[in-house]
């Protein structure tokens, strides 16, 4: 079974950077596309940036500009760089990753790490 592990979270000024990382364990034939999605307190989960393994790259409005999402398609890990902070951006952030198992042909699963929390105090 693979799970994911996401790292990184805290507490930061607005204004400033936080970088997430999220590791991988388990079997991972190939990984396709890989993501962070965010929930805040009463809020519905969103995405906040993908990423193809070409490496194509999609980002919420909210957030161009300002994150860039990155991954090691060998190791299987995806990273979220996080910069100029603002309160709005508080949530628990989650890391997700499609992936297959034992070939090309083998069905298409999605992971999900447990999140990990970022504050952003204003």
């Known amino acids: 079974q693979v799970q994911l592990m996401e790292s990184g979270g805290g507490l930061v000024q607005a204004g400033g950077s936080l970088r997430l990382s999220c590791s991988s364990s388990?079997?991972?034939?190939?990984?396709?596309?890989m993501g962070w999605y965010r929930q805040a307190a009463g809020k519905q989960r969103e995405l906040g940036a993908s990423?193809?393994?070409?490496?194509?790259?999609n980002y919420a409005d909210s957030v161009k500009g300002r994150f860039t999402i990155s991954r090691d398609n060998g190791k299987n890990t995806v990273d979220l760089q996080m910069n100029s902070l603002k309160p709005e951006d508080t949530a628990v952030y989650y890391c997700?990753?499609?992936?297959?198992?034992?070939?090309?042909?083998?069905?298409?699963?999605?992971?999900w790490g447990q999140g990990t929390q970022v504050t952003v105090s204003s």
């Open positions: 997700n990753c499609d992936y297959r198992r034992s070939s090309y042909l083998s069905p298409e699963f999605r992971a």
């Open positions: 388990g079997r991972i034939f190939s990984s396709n596309a």
């Open positions: 990423i193809s393994s070409g490496d194509n790259t």
